[in-house]
């Protein structure tokens, strides 16, 4: 059996030399189309392929011979939203591991939600149906890597969150007699520095460097390589009408509500830059100033606690405490039921004492509302879709809300150092609707961009759901000493 196997595998390494240059027929041999997972798929979307073409044409005309470095290969792919680019990544990362031994890549992209559930776990999907996937141990969990089985240090790729203190891992891959690469998903939330460090590793060996996103802002490095640096790289655009995979039903709902030509449909369909300079409602600029922000004088301020109850079973309720500009750390409840939240909530009333309770009414949120009024607690309710006040500006509550949570965070919140709650804010992108209000993106669609729902970042934005006044204490009577004389 095991000579079966290795004369199996031979075959199977003959066969990827062969493909070295060819990536289109890598992804076509390596994983079994129209059978088992992939029954009805006959291979890669036109898009796709097309993409795969370019790369090999571009590895065909750099000629390398694993002794003297060639100029990198630089790729970016500016989309709309749900073509597949997590699965392209997934075959990248596949043939060159596959193709190129001692090679060393590091895969990122623009929160760990993103990077753990969706690009990396398309990586695990897909190494499990290729023929050459035994060749490798993939991990998930903490430390996210994939290794060659007899070589782990030396033929590997990593998975890196691209927080700015982790940019030493996007350091120098020293694979100067192979390929070092990396592969970024959500190219247009990733910080600068990370690109910075990630250019100075493209100097050995056969160096590669794909990009991914939709192009929600019209600054940074990945806005720079549709512009300033378009020379260095070879750009795609990509409509999500274009791609077979996508929701068109979807897709024309969008266009229905915000209209053909709006920053909303510019970035999640059509692949385009916005025009109003970027569609990600709370910057990470503010978001990182807030978390070294340390608030002073609040205490006579008012207090405020919200809610957001979980609807499903992968949310999660949050109890939250402000008071001015003093956020405290949010209190995080998974798999609870509407008794024990309003319990939970009770006891947040109890300890914190404060001056207003804002809760999400919505779904389940009206039980823990209608339990908390039978305990004697005088509690608000907060409908996301209702109305604002301002009408002219916002489309409903929920974008109003966060409008004023923004507006805060430019002037300054002590926020706690939560890396769920700094992703979740930086996460939400807006646009305009037919009246020009602005409207947030709904919550579903960041679910099918593979994001969390954004349940600690909607507490926060309750928050400041209305004005609120601390009040004033009463005076108690002055009580006259009585006199004994009449008087």
């Given at each position: 059996?095991?000579?079966?196997?290795?004369?199996?595998?031979d075959l199977v390494a003959?066969?990827?030399?062969?493909?070295?240059?060819?990536?289109?027929?890598?992804?076509?041999?390596?994983?079994?189309?129209?059978?088992?997972?992939?029954?009805?798929?006959?291979?890669?979307?036109?898009?796709?392929?097309?993409?795969?073409?370019?790369?090999?044409?571009?590895?065909?005309?750099?000629?390398?011979?694993?002794?003297?470095?060639?100029?990198?290969?630089?790729?970016?792919?500016?989309?709309?939203?749900?073509?597949?680019?997590?699965?392209?990544?997934?075959?990248?990362?596949?043939?060159?591991?596959?193709?190129?031994?001692?090679?060393?890549?590091?895969?990122?992209?623009?929160?760990?939600?993103?990077?753990?559930?969706?690009?990396?776990?398309?990586?695990?999907?897909?190494?499990?149906?290729?023929?050459?996937?035994?060749?490798?141990?993939?991990?998930?969990?903490?430390?996210?890597?994939?290794?060659?089985?007899?070589?782990?240090?030396?033929?590997?790729?990593?998975?890196?969150?691209?927080?700015?203190?982790?940019?030493?891992?996007?350091?120098?891959?020293?694979?100067?007699?192979?390929?070092?690469?990396?592969?970024?998903?959500?190219?247009?939330?990733?910080?600068?520095?990370?690109?910075?460090?990630?250019?100075?590793?493209?100097?050995?060996?056969?160096?590669?460097?794909?990009?991914?996103?939709?192009?929600?802002?019209?600054?940074?490095?990945?806005?720079?390589?549709?512009?300033?640096?378009?020379?260095?790289?070879?750009?795609?655009?990509?409509?999500?009408?274009?791609?077979k995979m996508t929701n068109?039903?979807?897709?024309?709902?969008?266009?229905?509500?915000?209209?053909?030509?709006?920053?909303?449909?510019?970035?999640?369909?059509?692949?385009?830059?916005?025009?109003?300079?970027?569609?990600?409602?709370?910057?990470?600029?503010?978001?990182?100033?807030?978390?070294?922000?340390?608030?002073?004088?609040?205490?006579?301020?008012?207090?405020?606690?919200?809610?957001?109850?979980?609807?499903?079973?992968?949310?999660?309720?949050?109890?939250?405490?402000?008071?001015?500009?003093?956020?405290?750390?949010?209190?995080?409840?998974?798999?609870?039921?509407?008794?024990?939240?309003?319990?939970?909530?009770?006891?947040?009333?109890?300890?914190?004492?404060?001056?207003?309770?804002?809760?999400?009414?919505?779904?389940?949120?009206?039980?823990?509302?209608?339990?908390?009024?039978?305990?004697?607690?005088?509690?608000?309710?907060?409908?996301?879709?209702?109305?604002?006040?301002?009408?002219?500006?916002?489309?409903?509550?929920?974008?109003?809300?966060?409008?004023?949570?923004?507006?805060?965070?430019?002037?300054?919140?002590?926020?706690?150092?939560?890396?769920?709650?700094?992703?979740?804010?930086?996460?939400?992108?807006?646009?305009?609707?037919?009246?020009?209000?602005?409207?947030?993106?709904?919550?579903?669609?960041?679910?099918?961009?593979?994001?969390?729902?954004?349940?600690?970042?909607?507490?926060?934005?309750?928050?400041?759901?209305?004005s609120v006044i601390k009040?004033?204490?009463?005076?108690?009577?002055?009580?006259?000493?009585?006199?004994?004389?009449?008087?």
């Open positions: 059996m095991a000579q079966i196997l290795k004369k199996h595998d003959n066969e990827m030399g062969k493909l070295f240059a060819d990536p289109l027929g890598f992804v076509k041999f390596a994983y079994d189309w129209n059978y088992g997972e992939l029954k009805g798929f006959s291979g890669p979307d036109d898009w796709q392929s097309e993409y795969l073409d370019r790369l090999g044409f571009a590895i065909k005309e750099r000629n390398f011979n694993g002794v003297t470095p060639v100029n990198p290969i630089q790729m970016s792919t500016s989309s709309g939203h749900g073509i597949g680019k997590s699965a392209l990544t997934a075959w990248l990362t596949g043939f060159i591991m596959s193709t190129r031994p001692f090679c060393k890549g590091v895969i990122t992209a623009n929160t760990s939600p993103q990077l753990r559930t969706k690009t990396w776990a398309e990586v695990q999907k897909w190494n499990k149906r290729s023929l050459t996937g035994h060749w490798f141990d993939i991990t998930s969990g903490m430390q996210m890597k994939m290794t060659h089985i007899d070589h782990p240090e030396s033929w590997r790729v990593d998975a890196q969150t691209c927080a700015k203190e982790n940019s030493e891992a996007f350091a120098g891959l020293h694979s100067a007699s192979s390929t070092p690469f990396y592969i970024f998903d959500e190219a247009s939330a990733i910080d600068d520095s990370i690109w910075e460090v990630s250019e100075g590793g493209l100097t050995d060996g056969e160096p590669m460097w794909f990009v991914f996103g939709n192009p929600t802002r019209s600054s940074g490095r990945f806005f720079q390589c549709f512009n300033r640096f378009k020379h260095r790289w070879d750009r795609i655009k990509i409509d999500s009408r274009n791609a068109k039903a979807k897709i024309q709902e969008w266009v229905d509500d915000y209209g053909e030509d709006s920053d909303f449909v510019r970035v999640r369909v059509r692949g385009e830059f916005p025009r109003s300079g970027s569609s990600q409602f709370i910057s990470i600029e503010d978001v990182d100033n807030c978390i070294q922000y340390v608030a002073e004088g609040y205490e006579k301020l008012p207090k405020i606690i919200a809610v957001d109850v979980a609807r499903f079973g992968d949310d999660q309720t949050i109890i939250g405490c402000r008071q001015g500009r003093k956020i405290w750390p949010l209190d995080k409840y998974r798999g609870i039921d509407t008794m024990e939240t309003a319990a939970r909530v009770a006891e947040k009333i109890a300890s914190f004492n404060p001056d207003a309770v804002f809760i999400d009414g919505g779904g389940v949120g009206g039980g823990v509302i209608d339990r908390l009024k039978q305990l004697g607690h005088e509690v608000i309710e907060v409908n996301f879709g209702a109305k604002p006040r301002d009408n002219k500006q916002y489309a409903n509550k929920r974008a109003e809300m966060f409008g004023d949570l923004r507006a805060a965070l430019k002037v300054g919140v002590d926020l706690p150092d939560d890396h769920e709650l700094h992703d979740e804010l930086i996460a939400i992108e807006y646009g305009f609707n037919a009246k020009q209000q602005i409207q947030l993106e709904k919550k579903e669609d960041m679910k099918k961009r593979g994001l969390s729902s954004p349940d600690c970042a909607d507490a926060l934005a309750m928050m400041y759901a209305d009040p004033k204490k009463q005076r108690r009577p002055q009580m006259r000493a009585k006199n004994y004389y009449g008087s």
